[in-house]
């Protein structure tokens, strides 16, 4: 498990573009997927915007990162391991990163 400390500010912000992400019901909460072959625990929910190939959940992390304030690369396609990188990188190296 990996942490991300962020100040109360940029938690604030995060919390509210991931909200604004959600397609909402007429009631105004999220809009919920019913998709089978998952746990009862595991919910998916309707969001704006469109996937494709250039803009997959990595880089989206990546935007809801950086439009918090969060120092974070440009891009971010790749599995985990970049996204974890390129936080390092911005940070300075492995060491000087924030620990948990």
């Known amino acids: ?19 604004e ?3 909402l019901t007429p009631e105004g909460l999220p809009d919920r997927i019913d ?3 998952y746990t009862s625990s595991d919910v998916f929910l309707a969001a704006r915007g469109r996937f494709n190939i250039l ?3 990595n880089v989206w ?3 809801q990162l ?3 304030g969060v120092r974070f ?3 971010t396609p790749l599995p985990h391991c970049l996204l974890m990188a390129s936080r390092r990188w911005l940070a300075g190296s492995v060491e000087d990163a924030p620990q948990p």
Not at 1 to 19: K, V
Request: charged share 25%.
């Open 1 to 19: 498990i990996r942490h991300l400390r962020l100040a109360e500010t940029e938690y604030r912000a995060l919390l509210d573009g991931i909200w």
């Open 21 to 23: 992400s959600f397609a």
């Open 35 to 37: 998709v089978k072959g």
């Open 55 to 57: 803009r997959a959940c």
């Open 61 to 63: 992390i990546g935007e």
């Open 66 to 68: 950086r439009a918090a």
């Open 73 to 75: 690369g440009i891009w």
